[in-house]
């Protein structure tokens, strides 16, 4: 009996031991279930619309549920499927590019510091309702809804001093005046090492969460110049990434603007589904040719759920409206536009177009459709840079199921045309190949040893290589 006592003691003992070191782990055991919410959400590279290049931050509900409905009709069945209201959807009278006069505009904000869509751009959002009737109506079209914000607290809520939800804290004690953003007076950045600053960003996630956000553009994230001296926000994406966490309903989190600094490629791969490696990328040369050289040291994160995002594509009609310039169509030639699709595909960048959808020209549409280059920015594997010989550049890439081998081929330079050249061994294959052009979509026939196009300058190309039997 006493050993029989002796041995239940020990079970029971084994037993609270084990109970015990239970309870320590499970807040981390926990947590697995909520982030796979949040890293589940873009298993491949988001594809859609974004407001921006074509209206700035001036976009009315009428011109967005029109970009919608053309997305569903000409492109969500080749895999577009994500519509984002981009920046001051606040502002019922937002000024043409002055960012610096957005503290004295006004703005529409609930008591508790909460921005609201514009009613006299978004009618649908009056009497309380938000959001929630444009993101059903997108739902409907079997598309997925997202916002664009800005990183912090709106400088109107700090200067009313409103109270932050669940708290009794007010604005005055979470803002940080210091972390203020370069390019907008619209907010301050928010302290959220106190509790009430993590408070504030679970307030506003859980608002999107009611609306039925299914993607949140944050920005002034991941490029900092301000007085406090942080040139990557970590505290804030973090706090934001946390929120999403706690609000129940999936939400692909993109940051901007770029560049992202290399350096904290393991912090924003576990806070963001998606990140700009550039600043704003727009419609020339220049701003094309430079994404080469920003995407290369990004190579190693691509990845499920974790994108590097080379931005926007500036194609069709853009600046419609909110910009100084005026409209006009996108500036690239096709042979720039070629390179652009060319890179933007091979690198597995997110593919956010920003042009006029309902308006965009047949060529245009013809790359956006391309349902071969599509599966190669969808599902390739083992991207990378081939070689950059001084304006002669090769990205190379596997498909699934390991069979073929996809190439971009670049004429950087300002002569051509001019012929490229690729050897077959430096694809890591030999004999005789053959090579399809996905852009055309046509056969090129069976080429041995090498491949060299011959491309014009500014220009490039995307092929498929199989083995010839």
Request: glycine residues 8%.
């Amino acid at each position: 009996m006493i050993r029989k006592s002796r041995f239940n003691l020990i079970i029971v003992f084994v037993m609270f031991t084990a109970a015990s070191l239970f309870a320590q782990m499970a807040p981390r055991t926990a947590r697995r279930p909520e982030r796979q919410v949040s890293r589940g959400v873009a298993p491949t590279p988001p594809m859609g619309w974004n407001s921006y290049d074509a209206y700035c931050g001036d976009v009315t509900e009428q011109e967005f549920k029109a970009n919608a409905a053309f997305m569903a009709e000409h492109l969500a069945p080749y895999g577009w499927k994500d519509v984002v209201v981009d920046y001051y959807w606040y502002f019922p009278h937002p000024e043409t590019e002055d960012f610096n006069q957005q503290e004295k505009l006004e703005l529409a904000m609930d008591a508790y510091g909460r921005l609201l869509p514009a009613e006299n751009r978004f009618p649908s959002a009056a009497g309380g309702k938000g959001f929630k009737p444009v993101a059903d109506y997108v739902h409907s079209l079997g598309l997925k809804f997202g916002i664009h914000i800005m990183r912090g607290i709106p400088r109107a809520a700090v200067k009313r001093n409103l109270p932050i939800l669940g708290t009794s804290a007010h604005a005055r004690d979470i803002a940080n005046l210091k972390n203020t953003c370069a390019w907008s007076t619209a907010m301050y950045g928010v302290d959220v090492s106190k509790p009430a600053g993590q408070a504030y960003y679970d307030s506003i996630v859980k608002l999107y969460a009611q609306w039925g956000v299914d993607y949140v553009k944050a920005d002034d994230m991941t490029r900092g110049e301000n007085p406090a001296g942080e040139s990557y926000h970590a505290p804030e994406i973090e706090a934001l990434h946390k929120a999403i966490l706690k609000c129940g309903r999936p939400m692909v989190l993109s940051l901007s603007p770029g560049p992202t600094p290399p350096a904290e490629a393991p912090n924003v791969m576990q806070n963001a589904n998606l990140w700009r490696i550039s600043d704003d990328m727009w419609d020339n040369w220049k701003s094309v040719k430079r994404q080469f050289e920003l995407a290369r040291p990004w190579v190693p994160y691509i990845g499920a759920n974790h994108w590097p995002d080379a931005d926007m594509l500036p194609v069709g009609r853009i600046r419609l409206r909110g910009f100084k310039d005026g409209p006009r169509h996108s500036r690239l030639t096709a042979d720039e536009l070629r390179t652009m699709m060319s890179l933007w595909t091979i690198f597995r960048s997110p593919l956010m177009i920003g042009g006029d959808l309902p308006t965009l020209d047949a060529a245009t549409l013809a790359y956006l459709t391309n349902a071969e280059a599509i599966a190669i920015n969808q599902h390739s594997r083992h991207n990378r840079q081939l070689f950059a010989r001084g304006d002669q550049v090769a990205w190379a890439a596997d498909s699934a199921d390991g069979k073929t081998r996809y190439l971009a081929v670049f004429n950087l330079g300002d002569r051509g045309p001019l012929a490229v050249p690729v050897r077959w061994s430096e694809l890591g294959l030999r004999g005789k190949l053959g090579v399809r052009d996905v852009w055309d979509r046509r056969d090129l026939g069976t080429f041995a040893n090498e491949f060299s196009p011959q491309l014009p300058a500014h220009g490039g190309g995307l092929y498929a290589v199989t083995p010839r039997r």
